[in-house]
């Protein structure tokens, strides 16, 4: 005395196909106003070193600071990954954590820090991914 489950009345719908939406980000208006913000087509992957612990000032954090400046020459306000790990000053002030996240980030850019109030954090910098869409990676494959 088995009963048949499956009825026509309860068989899965289709399958819809899904957008792929942007993921919230925060507000960069204070990246804007320093003109730090490479634009809609990068993703804000975030902040590079612990930003409530940049109140210590050490000889670490100094010599993190040059390294990191080192990579924006000319004025330039963000660099290509590639590039700043090509530099020895700014490999070696890295965490491993951050080395090892840098080499898997392909086409994205650092850039300088900022906080909420708009002044720049020396001893950090900020990452920034291009964002591929499906059609994108399509087209690049």
Avoid: C
């Avoid at 600071?65 to 080192?70: G, M, Q, S, V, Y």
């Avoid at 700014?90 to 954590?97: G, I, Q, Y």
């Amino acid at each position: 005395m088995s009963e048949n489950l499956t009825s026509e009345s309860d068989a899965p719908e289709k399958p819809m196909e899904r957008r792929r939406a942007r993921l919230p980000q925060p507000d960069f208006l204070h990246y804007k106003s320093q003109n730090a913000y490479p634009g809609p087509n990068y993703f804000f992957v975030g902040h590079s070193f612990n930003l409530e612990d940049s109140a210590q000032v050490s000889d670490f954090t100094e010599k993190r600071a040059t390294a990191i400046n080192e990579v924006f020459v000319d004025d330039t306000l963000w660099a290509p990954v590639d590039a700043a790990l090509g530099n020895q000053n700014f490999s070696k002030v890295l965490s491993r954590f951050e080395h090892d996240f840098l080499h898997r980030l392909d086409d994205a850019l650092i850039g300088p820090a900022i906080d909420k109030s708009g002044k720049k954090i020396a001893e950090s910098f900020t990452i920034w991914r291009k964002e591929m869409r499906r059609q994108d990676k399509q087209e690049s494959a």
